[in-house]
T-cell receptor, first 112, second 115 residues
Framework: GESVGLHLPTLSVQEGDNSIINCAYSNSASDYFIWYKQESGKGPQFIIDIRSNMDKRQGQRVTVLLNKTVKHLSLQIAATQPGDSAVYFCAEKRGSNYKLTFGKGTLLTVNP | DAGVIQSPRHEVTEMGQEVTLRCKPISGHDYLFWYRQTMMRGLELLIYFNNNVPIDDSGMPEDRFSAKMPNASFSTLKIQPSEPRDSAVYFC?????????????FGQGTRLTVV
């Protein structure tokens, strides 16, 4: 959702494990969702998107799941690698308004 | 394509000074966004343009902030006068609307410090 604060949720995994990053959104009218990855000192980078008429979408090593009933979005990363260490943001959009609303992010740390 | 290009990468200025941040979007993109990122508030949309026209500036915090897009390849975000609370990373992003997709490509950001 849109909540912000001083502390990022963190997830620490071992290299090779699967990672699941969760995001709750607040606006039931949102119809498009995106996951972004932000490495230290860089801008957010698009990973994968999903429309509200879908509940699952797969990319290369990543899967996004959308549960509209509970307004929950998740990003699954298979065989997590050290290069996946970053902050991951979900973002939502509603209708023809191109304003993306970002969640506060989750810090993923991959231990070798 | 070199992606979205922002300048400067870092800016340190004294309170009260004018600051101008610059952005060159990806060629051919018709949407341009300015975001601000802080630890307290995360990523906030300040303003966005479509075909060089400002569409939504509801995120601009105060009249001290202004943004322009004189042509399709250049945009500026100006803060005058700057204040310490304006310290943040400012991102520019651009996108091309195709079938309703909204993937935005972000620049590397400008880290602004106002002392």
């Amino acid at each position: 959702g849109e909540s912000v604060g001083l502390h990022l949720p963190t997830l620490s995994v071992q290299e090779g494990d699967n990672s699941i990053i969760n995001c709750a959104y607040s606006n039931s009218a949102s119809d498009y969702f995106i996951w972004y990855k932000q490495e230290s000192g860089k801008g957010p980078q698009f990973i994968i998107d999903i429309r509200s008429n879908m509940d699952k979408r797969q990319g290369q090593r990543v899967t996004v799941l959308l549960n509209k009933t509970v307004k929950h979005l998740s990003l699954q990363i298979a065989a997590t690698q050290p290069g996946d260490s970053a902050v991951y943001f979900c973002a939502e959009k509603r209708g023809s308004n191109y304003k993306l609303t970002f969640g506060k992010g989750t810090l993923l740390t991959v231990n070798p | 394509d070199a992606g979205v290009i922002q300048s400067p990468r870092h800016e340190v200025t004294e309170m009260g000074q004018e600051v101008t941040l610059r952005c060159k979007p990806i060629s051919g993109h018709d949407y341009l966004f300015w975001y601000r990122q802080t630890m307290m508030r995360g990523l906030e949309l300040l303003i966005y343009f479509n075909n060089n026209v400002p569409i939504d500036d509801s995120g601009m915090p105060e009249d001290r902030f202004s943004a322009k897009m004189p042509n399709a390849s250049f945009s500026t975000l100006k803060i005058q006068p700057s204040e310490p609370r304006d310290s943040a990373v400012y991102f520019c992003a651009s996108s091309l609307l195709t079938s309703g997709a909204s993937e935005a490509f972000f620049g590397q950001g400008t880290r602004l410090t106002v002392v």
